[in-house]
């Protein structure tokens, strides 16, 4: 049971030390590093159906930032199957560069991309940049690297504050990852 | 003009500007294996040079200077480097960093060298990307100028799949062997590369997940 416990716990823990180094000077070859990443995830997974199974979570509401709502902007146009002009493609660009460089992101930019302020984006800013990573025309290994990156950030969150709609897409994009993942083995 | 200088290479009549880092120290190493001494070398930290590092500086028959700072733009850098008349220099900065003084970018030339093949693979961790992409390594050396990974590209080498070591070992090993293979090399061919920023991927440093794979697939 303990060693089970351990198992799950193996990945989060690993991955939270990577972070605070920006993911430099991590280096694990061994098989029960890529093991415990699967189960974490799937653990995850898990936990986001028991979420959504409760019915008082649909009317949870977080604060909107800039960040957060140019993005959601931006991804309700792809749902609707509209044109996405070059400029919403080079916001969506030039998130995924800062969020690489800095793994996070602020609640609000100046036009030539400066932080305006320190305080951070909320987590479904991360949610929504893992679906529109896939619009840019960058190689998919870069689009996998940061949605690897980007699905390792729920580590830092209560996944109970998010609503029906973003914990579902917070689940196809754990699903999708793991997907990726399998077909580079 | 200044590429023109390039020739001197040859006469091992270069410099190197070294990091306190595990790279800076297989540089070291394989330039004393393969007799090919710099003329001056400036190690830049702001903590103490490493003991492994000391122990082969010890060994190196060259004008050594450390310099306080973990930043290569330093001034005081910028200032040994123009006194010393060297016109190469092969350089191993700290992870991340970028080379901004114009001393660096316009009067010298400051050798890298990548573990990717330059253009296709810019960026960060790109032995790893490369790996997963095709199961193949490269190297690139090149001068460096303002923009990362671009530059006048000096000597590009295909090397083989690590059996011994750990991908991250490799990757400065081959990158070392590059610089000295290129020191040695008579004549000199220079690619000269366009601005690639649009045409291809700019990658950031590989996720531990995709490195684990990149590892398993040499196996």
């Known amino acids: 049971m303990w060693l089970k416990i351990f198992l799950n716990m193996n990945y989060p823990i690993k991955i939270k030390k990577a972070y605070k180094l920006k993911y430099s000077f991590f280096l694990d070859n061994s098989l029960t590093f890529i093991n415990s990443f699967f189960r974490s995830r799937k653990k995850s997974i898990s936990k986001i159906n028991k979420f959504l199974i409760k019915k008082n979570i649909i009317n949870i509401k977080l604060e909107d930032d800039f960040t957060f709502l140019s993005l959601h902007i931006i991804y309700k146009k792809i749902l609707k199957k509209k044109k996405v002009y070059p400029n919403e493609i080079l916001f969506i660009k030039k998130l995924y560069q800062k969020f690489e460089i800095f793994l996070k992101l602020r609640k609000k930019y100046s036009k030539k991309f400066i932080k305006i302020t320190n305080s951070e984006t909320n987590v479904r800013t991360y949610i929504l940049l893992h679906i529109l990573v896939d619009e840019l025309n960058i190689a998919p290994l870069c689009k996998l690297n940061c949605q690897l990156k980007l699905n390792d950030k729920l580590y830092f969150y209560k996944l109970q504050n998010l609503d029906y709609f973003f914990l579902k897409l917070l689940k196809i994009n754990i699903t999708n990852e793991i997907k990726k993942i399998k077909k580079l083995i | ?219």
């Open chain 2, 1 to 219: 003009m200044k590429l023109k200088k390039l020739k001197n290479l040859y006469n091992n009549n270069f410099g190197a500007i070294l990091s306190n880092t595990v790279r800076s120290f297989v540089y070291l190493d394989n330039l004393l294996k393969y007799k090919t001494i710099p003329k001056l070398i400036i190690i830049y930290s702001k903590k103490n040079i490493n003991l492994k590092i000391k122990e082969l500086l010890i060994k190196v028959s060259c004008d050594i200077k450390i310099i306080k700072s973990d930043n290569v733009n330093f001034t005081n850098i910028g200032k040994i480097v123009l006194t010393s008349k060297i016109d190469n220099f092969i350089f191993s900065g700290y992870p991340g960093e970028i080379v901004k003084n114009q001393i660096f970018l316009n009067k010298i030339n400051l050798i890298h060298s990548h573990s990717g093949l330059i253009p296709k693979y810019m960026g960060s961790t790109t032995i790893y990307y490369s790996i997963l992409n095709e199961k193949k390594i490269h190297c690139s050396t090149f001068v460096m100028n303002k923009d990362v990974d671009q530059g006048t590209i000096l000597l590009i080498k295909r090397y083989n799949l690590p059996r011994k070591y750990n991908v991250d070992n490799y990757d400065h090993i081959i990158r070392a062997k590059n610089l000295i293979s290129l020191i040695n090399q008579k004549n000199k061919k220079l690619i000269l590369t366009k601005n690639n920023k649009k045409k291809y991927s700019f990658f950031y440093k590989a996720h531990p997940v995709l490195r684990n794979l990149a590892n398993k697939k040499l196996i």
